[in-house]
């Protein structure tokens, strides 16, 4: 099968991931979005519309609803996947397995997220970290954002120096912001049931020799999360050679606390005075002046989980069709089209 000039590209779930998906795609030259796919018939799928993108009905028995809610239905899900090259399932976890098998009737290129199994879906993704591994694959899934973030930070010192050992403690949020008057929790934490919690062992799918274990808990707070890193490196490491890796490693920022950005909400606060869409944070936020470097090194960084793993996702795609087979120049399209930056001040 020859490599597509422009990747044209459908994206079945239009919530939280799948818009800015839908919305990154149509910002890259070499890809076109063919329209969107779902169920509901609500304001996000609405907008959808409003924005210009077709959009398709993921399930037969939700056609009528769509039309009757107003939503200009071009038809249904496998209509628009005999128009693409490849399909980026953003449907809530577990759908997304079961999606898989019309995927590779068609003979499609998918990805999947971070609530689908690495065992199911056959193969994960981190762009700086194992791009390569993934090239002309049927299928991958882009990791979940605490993983992403882990992957991107832990990587880049494993990557320049090699780690011992690390542990990770993942402060999470209840939900995400759209849906908090729902399920959000108040006024308790949750410490997630299991040592290692999830995260650890799916940093491993993607950093296969990371030796890593983490602990997470969710609190009552939907702006990111937060981790706290204590790492093992290989060798004695100073606080240079440290800040060095980490500047030099794309998706990564450095911040300071003496800047005023000294809590989550500060952070996210400065994405909306930046004037980013949403205000999202595609990059790991590293706080460059608590960063400590004795015989551990001592990390503390926030991950934006609604927007951390869109660039990932774009550049899953040209991995998947081959259509870049170097990992860097790939992210630096993808970073300059969404206006990913290594400060922001």
């Known amino acids: 099968m020859a490599k597509p000039t422009i990747i044209r590209v459908g994206v079945n779930g239009y919530g939280v991931i799948g818009k800015r998906v839908a919305d990154a ?6 890809m076109e979005l063919v329209g969107v796919s779902d169920v509901a018939a609500d304001y996000r799928v609405k907008t959808a519309a409003k924005r210009g993108y077709p959009v398709y009905c993921s399930a037969a028995d939700k056609i009528d609803a769509m039309k009757q809610g107003g939503i200009p239905v071009a038809g249904m899900l496998e209509d628009m996947l005999k128009q693409v090259d490849v399909i980026v399932d953003c449907t809530p976890a577990g759908i997304g397995a079961k999606n898989k098998v019309l995927y590779d009737k068609l ?5 999947f997220q971070g609530g689908e199994k690495h065992d199911v879906i056959g193969a994960s993704f981190v762009a700086q970290c194992n791009y390569e591994e993934n090239l002309n694959k049927q299928s991958t899934r882009v990791v979940s954002c605490n993983t992403t973030g882990i992957c991107r930070t832990l990587g880049a010192i494993h990557k320049n120096f090699g780690i011992k050992k690390a542990r990770v403690v993942l402060f999470r949020r209840a939900i995400d912001p759209w849906e908090s008057h729902k399920t959000g929790i108040i006024n308790t934490v949750i410490p997630e049931a299991k040592v290692p919690s999830h995260q650890g062992p799916d940093a491993q799918t993607v950093i296969h020799d990371l030796n890593i274990v983490t602990i997470a808990a969710k609190g009552p707070y939907n702006l990111s999360h937060l981790h706290f890193a204590m790492v093992e490196p290989s060798r004695q490491l100073t606080q240079e050679e440290v800040l060095g890796a980490l500047q030099k490693e794309p998706r990564l920022a450095l911040i300071r606390a003496s800047d005023g950005l000294d809590a989550l909400n500060a952070v996210i606060e400065l994405m909306r005075d930046l004037g980013r869409m949403r205000a999202d944070m595609w990059e790991v936020a590293v706080w460059e002046d608590i960063l400590a470097v004795k015989d551990e090194i001592y ?8 927007s951390i793993v869109v660039p990932e996702n774009i550049d899953a795609i040209r991995a998947l069709t081959g259509t870049e087979t170097d990992w860097r120049i790939s992210v630096e399209k993808t970073d300059k089209s969404l206006g990913i930056v290594k400060r922001f001040l």
């Open 25 to 30: 795609v149509s910002l890259q030259d070499d």
């Open 107 to 111: 003979g499609l290129k998918s990805i």
């Open 299 to 306: 990390l503390v960084y926030q991950v934006h989980n609604e």
